[in-house]
């Protein structure tokens, strides 16, 4: 058995950072995620006065209920999405404050606007500079009342994660109806992580109501990243070896960590115990198909593993997938494509065919989760090459690194 430790859950942090800057009190964070992400939220907070000290393990963040202490600010959210989505809405229930963000030529790409109609349907004063729905945009504070809201959620979680934890700092809380809603369980993070800070969000079926209320600080620790946990456990199922994952058992809060019962199905024996969990591969993958609407992250960890099933592998309703980091739908056909594998894709879904994958050249897109994916699939056809194999500092800088040495590792047995 191989056991990997990996580092901390990059929604977990992003999460803990909003909810922290929104306490009463100091919070620390227990083994947080050190990548560009993180980085740049906790760069983000900064830039609006929160204090924000990193240690090798741990960083504590000084709440502010109140709101920033920059009075103005300009906040530039590099690539991070959590960061682009997540603190124009934190900052917008300050009760005074003008606030500017921008983002990477990547991130200016991605949508916002069900978060930021949203938000101006509060009544906040948000203007976008250029594209209507993207970045730049500044937000003009002056506190929010609250009300009722519907909310179209079906390209990101996100849009309702930001909406949610900006309820308890309005003044007569929120009422969210969502009619669309993609990788629910990351909301089921947010909601868990609220609880953590001291404040519960009411749901009865798609309607969620936050009633105005005051987070606590409090120490929290950050799991292991399920999403990068899943490039792990496919190598294991790749490669006919066995993989263990501390950290990540049934209590795991991160919808991600299913990713195993595809490789269940698959026919990889999995062990899901109270703080680990095991796959191990009894030497065969065989085709299928599978919804991954909810985890729709590890769909390109499936994809590249996909050719050495024993049927094709079709992945479903992962139109979410498109508006990511790049269009990763296609960025996983074009891919297969170049190393010789038969794929379809249509709006949601993806067919990828059995075959004998060649060496080729690998176009990330500049979205590290291609890259990782990727690497996965290069356990079983060596040669295989990157554009940007850098582009992995987003959520995990030394991912070649540890992937090398898990490889030497597997290899050894």
Known sequence: MTLIDLPGSKSVTARAL???????????????????????????????????????????????????????????????????????????????????????????RRPLAPLTRALTGLGVDLRHEGAEGHHPLTVRATGITGGELTLDAGESS???????????LTAKGLRIKVTELVSAPYVEITL????????DVLREGDTFTVLPGRYRATSYAVEPDASTASYFFAAAALTGREVTVPGLGAGALQGDLRFVDV???????VAVGADAT??????????????????SDTMPTLAAIAPHADGPVRIEDVANTRVKECDRLEACAENLRR?????????DWIEIHPGMPKPAGIATHGDHRIAMSFAVAGLRTPGLTYD????????FPRFHEVFADFAHALEGR
């Open 18 to 108: 909003f909810l922290a800057a929104a306490a009463d009190g100091t919070t620390t964070l227990l083994r947080p995620l050190h990548s560009d992400d993180t980085e740049g939220f906790a760069e983000g907070l900064r830039s609006l006065g929160y204090r924000v000290t990193q240690e090798a393990d741990r960083w504590h963040i000084e709440g502010r209920p109140a709101g920033p202490a920059a009075p103005e600010a300009d906040v530039y959210c590099r690539d991070g999405a959590t960061t682009a989505r997540f603190l124009p809405a934190l900052v917008a229930a300050a009760a005074s404050g003008t606030y500017r963000f921008d983002a990477s030529a990547q991130m200016r």
């Open 158 to 168: 996100q849009y309702l994660t930001a909406l949610l934890m900006l309820g308890p």
């Open 339 to 347: 190393m010789g594998i038969t794929v379809h894709t249509g709006p």
């Open 388 to 395: 940007d194999p850098g582009c992995v500092r987003k959520t």
């Open 263 to 269: 490789l269940r199905a698959m026919g990889a024996e």
């Open 192 to 199: 868990a992580m609220m609880r953590s800070f001291g404040v």
């Open 278 to 295: 095991t796959v191990r591969s009894t030497g065969r993958l065989r085709g299928l198909t599978v919804n991954m609407r909810d985890i």
